[in-house]
């Protein structure tokens, strides 16, 4: 399977602030075959971060050029705060109305107890690993 890598469209590899190592997020896209996309996001989803995760997950879906299944790895994420759950569901949106299929990779608490004190699990096609995600049929 071919993989290749993209940067997001802010930095090439990580978004920083704070000038803190802990205060950042990472977004790194990846291609396994044709028609898929792996999106692994780490560390904080939070206010500041957000806008950055919706970035590079909104241009993939804008891309169309055959994607069919983007897969978001959320395992190596630290904090999601309220803003990266509304980004989750943003992005659910846009998949939904660009014909892509949205499928979330994980089983950290940092994440699944989040989304599902706000209610979210339902929302969202989960799976234990990308590898899962991606086989899912």
């Not at 071919?2 to 802990?22: A, C, H, L, N, Q």
């Not at 990472?26 to 806008?51: C, F, K, R």
């Not at 994980?106 to 799976?127: E, K, Q």
Request: glycine share 10%.
């Amino acid at each position: 399977m071919p993989d290749t890598r993209e940067s997001s469209p802010t930095d090439p590899s990580s978004i920083r602030r704070g000038g803190d190592v802990d205060d950042q997020i990472t977004v790194t896209v990846t291609t396994p075959a044709p028609g898929q996309a792996v999106i692994e996001v780490g560390g904080e989803v939070d206010m500041l971060t957000s806008p950055q995760l919706r970035g590079v997950v909104l241009a993939k879906l804008d891309e169309g050029a055959g994607i069919e299944l983007v897969v978001l790895s959320l395992d190596s994420v630290t904090f999601l705060g309220t803003s990266g759950l509304a980004v989750l569901i943003e992005v659910r949106e846009a998949a939904h109305k660009a014909g892509v299929e949205l499928r979330l990779a994980c089983t950290g608490r940092r994440v699944l107890r989040p989304l599902t004190i706000a209610g979210l699990i339902p929302m969202f096609d989960i799976h234990d690993t990308v590898e899962q995600a991606l086989e899912a049929t």
